[in-house]
């Protein structure tokens, strides 16, 4: 069964520039979270789907980070304009239907901002 | 105060010792708890759950203190390939998964 896939694996970008993760769950999976993880830290979620809905976007810094899951599959992450303070790895994760408890990460985008 | 608090380490130790990781989590109402295992520049993976009555699989055992709000992992005969980062992770309500920063663990000959 193939994983959690993420593309691109590396992203190095400049300052104020836009740019965009792309995250395919495993299959079958309703749930997939999008989490940030810096150095020495653990994931922290971003935002949590249920199928095509966000159901959980609190921590998602709203005025320059965008998510969408249009058809309840895949989902990419935006963040426009990108600071300085957003290098990090950005993880996917999914899980299957009625638990939150094992949840399955992608490789990750490790994201440079220059 | 973090929710769930962890020894950053790193701990350093031979092959076959036996090291324990401690983790403190702050929502009493707290049901679940996990321990995920994280490789260098790699992903977190689910190593085992914690239940109140303990578990244990093979060389890993896990413990929960629900009155102390404490979480343990112990790894009995350490291996080289046992090098990794170990986060104590919480469900903290309404299905969000809470993770403590790690504890690294250096496995050496």
């Known amino acids: 069964e193939a994983g959690v896939v993420q593309s691109p694996r590396y992203k190095i970008i400049e300052k104020k520039q836009p740019v965009a993760f792309w995250c395919n769950p495993i299959?079958?999976?309703?749930?997939l979270y999008w989490y940030l993880q810096n150095l020495g830290q653990g994931p922290e979620l971003l935002i949590r789907y249920e199928n095509e809905e966000a159901v959980d976007d609190s921590q998602l810094p709203k005025d320059r980070f965008s998510a969408e899951r249009l058809k309840g599959v895949d989902s990419t992450l935006k963040i426009q304009p990108a600071e300085l303070g957003d290098s990090a790895v950005y993880l996917c994760a999914s899980s299957p239907a009625g638990t939150t408890d094992t949840q399955y990460f992608g490789p990750g985008t490790r994201l440079t901002v220059l | 105060r973090k929710e769930v608090e962890q020894d950053p380490g790193p701990f350093n130790v031979p092959e076959g010792a036996t090291v324990a990781f401690n983790c403190t989590y702050s929502n009493s109402a707290s049901q679940s708890f996990f321990w995920y295992r994280q490789d260098c520049r790699k992903e977190p993976k689910l190593l085992m759950s914690?239940?109140?009555s303990g578990n244990e699989d093979g060389r890993f055992t896990a413990q929960l203190n629900r009155a102390s709000q404490y979480i343990s992992l112990l790894i009995r005969d350490s291996k080289l390939s046992d090098s990794a980062t170990y986060l104590c992770v919480v469900n903290g309500g309404y299905n969000k998964l809470i993770f403590g920063a790690g504890t690294r663990l250096a496995v050496h000959p």
């Open positions: 914690v239940y109140s």
């Open positions: 299959s079958g999976h309703n749930t």
